[in-house]
């Protein structure tokens, strides 16, 4: 490819509304171009990163086993219905009517679909296992896009769906398709993690994310530098810090504590550690019968609630949110910041996070404004609580299994496998005859792949002031030549064009920049773009027969004699393709 030949438009500065590295990055490469809020146009550039994305994921999944198909954007309302998630996924689902006033939906994914396939063409165990899968276009109606690629409206995703028999042999699909990510990101040249997860609102039970690590990542992962331990921070199991609960030393108190409505504030109020206190957090919820229901939650002052925990917890199966202002002071008769669980105006179910149900002389608000109690201790002040996990693990908890300490770091997730069972087959009637002949539900396993937020993603995770860095395998072009004097240097061009033909013929994406441009704007622009090999030859270098080569991710160039030009461009080729 010439230079001269291809729409490069790059740009100086990233307009306001671009927030992230990669979302800055791209709009400066001309990689996108926002048409929307949470929508872009790819660009020659991104679309041929995207397209080599596809390319191995499509071949990881077909070397898995999984058969291709594509399903439609636009869904019939009456699937979304009879699965039960028209009413329950959100407004992130984009409803539309037909001329005809039916309902629509623009796809957020595939489960409904693909599950009226399968219960319409499998008819016996004789055809399973199967595992189809596409490469399609998504739409979620972000409340708030942002971020570019990476919390877009539109986005591309691959999502595959597998149907076993049994569970058994769901597994053995659901540790294919692990494989193939790990395959897959391999290839991609990623650093990454699999993460054990909640499955969130696609259901089901068992889950793994895939996290490119990265410091701007939204998502925090949890493991131990020790182990193959690793799981999100919302699914890690967090420990209790404390063997045995002391005896009480201390006299239960009431102290004053003017305006110290955080536990920071109160710990250093009173000279005491922040691990000393209690944080009180309320929500409401319903019983079985409907009846409202206000539940404090304990942690330790240096902790903080986790709601996905909360959220599985019985006594919330009908659905929690976090009390009012107006229900705190009706049950505890005082505002937020001196909530406790002694005292309160009405009864209230206390549940403790297992570190502080083993605390002694501990402190927690007094229901009343402006004031704490201190030595606060089970048994003796008040009944033994209710205990689950219920809070976020912190970087040095120990790990469960005696490995070490727990480490945290940031991550950004682009791809979710979903062990899903029954959950969508036996809400559609998706079933099958067994070797009986009687009739079982399809056993189901989900597994997405971000593949437009992959590119975003790895800009994430590597880039430098320069601009991007990208791994060979996704770059738009492999190799750059840069001639200095094009124009003017019949040398320089004969030299440029024999490398270019060269690399042409051994398979090497190359562009050759014919444009004629000052050194110094086509460097920052083949910098920014992030090819990762650029050959730089000028007349100054030719008269000593040398020519100048570097690596995008190395911080210096090598002078490399011209005899040895072709065969050290593409001996540096190779060594980047095997990384």
């Not at 790990?399 to 070490?404: A, K």
């Not at 030009?565 to 990384?579: G, H, R």
Request: glycine share 8%; proline share 4%.
């Amino acid at each position: 490819m010439l230079a001269s030949k291809f729409h490069i438009n790059t740009l100086k500065e990233a307009p306001a509304e671009a927030e992230v590295v990669s979302h800055k990055l791209m709009i400066r490469a001309g990689m996108i171009r926002r048409l929307a809020g949470g929508i872009y146009t790819y660009m020659p550039l991104a679309l041929k990163t995207l397209r080599k994305v596809e390319t191995i994921v499509r071949e990881e999944m077909d070397r898995a086993g999984a058969l291709e198909l594509l399903m439609p954007v636009v869904q019939p309302a009456e699937l979304w219905q009879e699965s039960g998630r028209w009413d329950a996924y959100g407004p992130e689902l984009l409803r539309i009517k037909d001329r005809h006033q039916r309902d629509f939906v623009l796809q957020p994914t595939s489960e409904e679909v693909v599950t009226d396939i399968a219960r319409n063409e499998i008819k016996s165990w004789r055809q399973l296992p199967v595992n189809f899968y596409h490469i399609q276009t998504k739409f979620r109606d972000e409340r708030r896009p942002r971020f570019g690629l990476m919390r877009g409206r539109e986005f591309t995703m691959k999502d595959a769906y597998s149907f076993d028999k049994d569970e058994a042999g769901a597994a053995k699909s659901y540790d294919n398709m692990y494989d193939a990510y790990v395959r897959i990101f391999t290839r991609l040249g990623l650093n990454f993690r699999a993460v054990a997860a909640d499955t969130g609102s696609i259901g089901g039970s068992r889950s793994h994310e895939f996290q490119v690590i990265a410091d701007t990542g939204e998502d925090e992962i949890v493991y131990s530098p020790n182990s193959d331990y690793a799981a999100n921070i919302e699914l890690a199991e967090a420990p209790c810090l404390i063997a045995e609960r002391a005896a009480a030393s201390e006299e239960l108190t009431e102290v004053h504590t003017p305006n110290a409505n955080k536990c920071e504030l109160v710990a250093g109020l009173l000279g005491l550690p922040l691990a000393q206190t209690v944080k009180s957090v309320v929500f409401h919820t319903t019983d079985d019968e409907g009846q409202e229901q206000i539940y404090l939650l304990l942690v330790r002052g240096d902790h903080e609630v986790n709601e996905v925990k909360v959220s599985k917890l019985p006594a919330f199966k009908h659905g929690y949110r976090l009390a009012t202002e107006e229900e705190i002071r009706d049950y505890f008769g005082s505002n937020p910041g001196f909530l406790g669980p002694l005292n309160t105006r009405k009864a209230v179910h206390v549940i403790a996070d297992r570190t502080v149900a083993k605390m002694h002389d501990w402190v927690c608000g007094a229901n009343k404004e402006d004031y704490h109690l201190r030595g606060v201790n089970w048994g003796r002040d008040l009944a033994e609580p209710e205990v689950a996990d219920i809070r976020n693990v912190v970087a040095g908890d120990p790990t469960l299994d005696g490995s070490g300490t727990l480490a945290i770091q940031r991550g950004i997730e682009v791809g979710h496998v979903f062990f899903l069972g029954d959950v969508y087959s036996k809400a559609l009637n998706a079933t099958f005859l067994n070797e009986e002949g009687k009739a079982e539900p399809l056993q189901m396993g989900c597994y997405g792949i971000g593949v437009s937020r992959i590119v975003a993603a790895a800009i994430e995770q590597n880039h430098d002031d320069k601009g991007i860095i990208w791994p060979i395998s996704i770059a738009p072009f492999e190799v750059v030549i840069c001639p200095i004097g094009w124009g003017k240097s019949e040398a320089v061009r004969e030299e440029a064009s024999k490398l270019y033909h060269s690399l042409l013929q051994a398979g090497v994406e190359v562009i050759l920049d014919d444009r004629d441009v000052r050194p110094g704007v086509m460097f920052s622009e083949w910098e920014l773009i992030g090819v990762p090999i650029r050959v730089t030859i000028g007349e100054r270098g030719l008269a000593k027969q040398e020519v100048e080569v570097q690596s995008r991710a190395a911080a210096e160039s090598q002078q490399i004699n011209l005899a040895d030009l072709n065969a050290y461009v593409l001996e540096l080729y190779q060594s980047l393709k095997t990384k």
